[in-house]
């Protein structure tokens, strides 16, 4: 059974007739005009289709606008050929006159609303001569009689014969050329907004191989080889030559790479137990380790007095390169034997210190809800499972963004979920952005909305034609004004395309490690250079994104405006801030619970003693001697109460006096 938006139908056959019926004629058969504008009708209609599908709209041959040999406001059209949007033949035999001047006047008497001005001014205008296709009926002739009850009276036309006219219009037109990088921003959505989230999904796919050996593995130790001895000499040397005093912004930039990488052959050294860095220190000569520790904390006080924004424009770098300076210090600098997990995420060139795992989870939440907002809105995903595996992710609690705090530990569970959710999220991200890139190759067809063909722009000087430029009008191009802009990138996208599209769905698994012995852990390159670009996904994706000479803008992606998720949680300043407040909040009440729970000592110890005092305090009051009163009369109290009868009085309670 098929299925599509017209209906259901049955045994592979579609539950609405085709769009094209042609007749079929056996002998016997009863012909009618009905079968033969059918016929007709079928032809036609098959030739527009191709027309309009496989050339596109536009000039195939001829059409030039030339000025008119007598002066004036006539322009002169060649004999040529062209393609309406609708696919309509549009065929000039031989030359002709067009008056601009008249159909400018045309212009301005049937359409009111179009601010052209007033086109014998002195002021130049500018205007676009357009052809159009046109039918009209011809070569009347009077039927015979027939048994209809309701016969046409007189002649009826017998031809249908095909034409054209001129018109003038507001230099304006439609390209209906289709930029690839249509249909691929129309699924992405704004390309900031994604180009952000693919950042973020890029730092966090550094960090995958290392915190999931990290977490998994806190109490191996990670390998250090001879290429690790050789960068812990030559980053050494180069820390002690790199002078005094704060570094300018290029200068450190370069510093903190080295002050990374002499913390992670220092840091790979610090996982080794006594016995194993008695042999590292023999077998590469390490004896001045404890100096190395104290030029690596000189570098990173120099750093900590930078301006992180001057040096680091990119947040995202920035906050890696703040969490490198700050772990160097804290775990490698001054050796930290209670902080495993970040030792040997420092051991592998990716440190993550306390702000930098808060900046974790919320890019994760920032991750999944611009998927899922995406998902939401574009419709056509060939990817099936893709919005219930991202529904399905569980992300970490995000946290407020702390201050830095060397006593604050990673926790194994914390970085495991932390690693999962990161594994799952990257892969995502990868398998939407496949399914959009892989979308754009299959263009859609093109809407007409205007059948107007453009043959020249022209430039009036009152009411006379000074002017005429037919380079810019659209031609017929090879596949169709649709697929012809991609000729220049068509082969590198199809290329590209064998190895993206259609591919087994990626999958993040986690690094092998060995059973026993020291884990074998590369040092992670580029993580303070620029990130990307090496994939055949990023490598299509700049192909489409990146305009060729020529090419086409695409056109603007416009989306209803409606609160998703997404949109709610997208504003990390402001999320923050209402974590802040939370967490506030939170150490607000446990001060009052403490406070509570000493006030509830302090009654309970008042009421273990109260029976103790107030037994005393009984005896003393009944063994004093009761004091003399001197008894004094009742006080008269009355009062007045308006009545019918004028005033009334109370009766006296009880130990009153009458």
Request: hydrophobic share 35%; glycine share 6%; aromatic share 6%.
């Amino acid at each position: 059974m098929s299925k599509s938006d017209c209906g259901c139908g049955c045994g592979g056959a579609p539950a609405f007739p085709a769009a094209f019926v042609r007749p079929r004629f056996f002998p016997g058969q009863l012909l009618t005009e009905d079968d033969l504008t059918l016929l007709t009708d079928y032809v036609a209609g098959k030739d527009r289709l191709h027309n309009r599908t496989l050339s596109g709209p536009g000039v195939v041959c001829g059409l030039e606008v030339l000025c008119d040999s007598c002066p004036g406001g006539t322009v002169s059209v060649r004999p040529g050929h062209a393609l309406d949007c609708c696919g309509n033949d549009i065929v000039l035999s031989c030359k002709e006159k067009v008056d601009v001047a008249a159909l400018v006047r045309e212009l301005r008497v049937t359409s009111p609303g179009v601010h052209c001005g007033d086109p014998c001014d002195d002021d130049q205008r500018h205007f676009g001569l357009f052809v159009r296709y046109e039918e009209t009926m011809a070569d009347p002739v009077a039927p015979f009689a027939t048994e209809e009850p309701c016969p046409t009276p007189g002649c009826t036309p017998s031809r249908v014969q095909e034409g054209f006219r001129f018109v003038v219009k507001c230099d304006t037109v439609d390209d209906h050329r289709y930029n690839p990088a249509t249909k691929l921003l129309a699924r992405i959505g704004g390309k900031e907004a994604y180009e952000q989230v693919l950042l973020l999904s890029r730092r966090l796919a550094h960090y995958l191989d290392p915190m999931s050996v990290a977490g998994g593995f806190s109490t191996r130790t990670i390998r250090f080889d001879d290429a690790d001895a050789v960068r812990y000499t030559d980053n050494l040397r180069l820390l002690k030559e790199s002078g005094e005093g704060v570094p300018k912004p290029p200068a450190a930039r370069q510093q903190t790479e080295y002050v990374r990488a002499l913390a992670s052959a220092i840091a790979r050294y610090d996982t080794y137990d006594a016995a194993g860095q008695k042999e590292l220190q023999a077998k590469f000569d390490l004896q001045e380790i404890d100096a190395a520790r104290k030029v690596l904390g000189t570098a990173c006080d120099r750093l900590a007095s930078t301006k992180p924004e001057e040096v680091w424009p990119e947040p995202a770098h920035r906050e890696v390169a703040l969490a490198v300076v700050a772990e160097a210090k804290s775990r490698v600098a001054t050796p930290d034997p209670s902080a495993p997990i970040e030792i040997r995420l420092a051991a592998q060139g990716t440190p993550v210190n306390n702000v930098l795992e808060a900046r974790f989870r919320a890019d994760l939440v920032r991750i999944r809800d611009w998927l899922l907002g995406r998902l939401d809105r574009v419709p056509g995903v060939a990817d099936c499972l893709l919005h219930d595996d991202v529904r399905k992710v569980a992300i970490p609690q995000p946290l407020p963004i702390p201050e830095p705090d060397p006593a604050k530990h990673l926790s194994v569970a914390d970085l495991g979920l932390l690693t999962d959710a990161a594994g799952k999220l990257t892969t995502y991200v990868q398998r939407f952005v496949t399914d959009a890139a892989c979308s754009t190759l299959n263009p859609p067809c093109v809407e007409c909305a205007d059948n107007d063909v453009l043959l020249a722009h022209l430039e009036l000087d009152g009411c006379d034609v000074v002017r005429v430029c037919s380079a810019t009008r659209e031609q017929v191009l090879p596949g169709g004004s649709a697929y012809g802009e991609w000729l220049p990138k068509l082969y590198q996208l199809r290329h590209l395309a064998e190895q993206v599209c259609c591919q087994p769905t990626p999958v993040y698994k986690p690094p092998d490690v060995p059973a026993s012995g020291p884990i074998p852990r590369p040092y992670v390159p580029g993580l303070l250079e620029e990130w990307g670009g090496r994939t055949p996904l990023e490598r299509m994706w700049n192909l489409l994104v990146t305009p060729a000479p020529g090419e086409t803008v695409p056109k603007p992606v416009r989306e209803q405006v409606y609160t998703v998720p997404a949109e709610v949680t997208d504003s990390l300043q402001e999320m923050n801030a209402l974590r802040a407040q939370v967490s506030d909040l939170i150490a607000t009440v446990e001060t009052l619970r403490g406070q509570l729970d000493t006030a509830s000592e302090q009654v309970s110890k008042v009421r273990d003693e109260l029976p103790e005092r107030l037994s005393d305090r009984l005896s003393d009051l009944e063994s004093a001697p009761e004091p003399e009163t001197e008894e004094k009369p009742p006080a008269k109290r009355t009062r007045s109460t308006s009545s019918r009868s004028g005033s009334s009085t109370r009766k006296p309670r009880s130990g009153e006096s009458s």
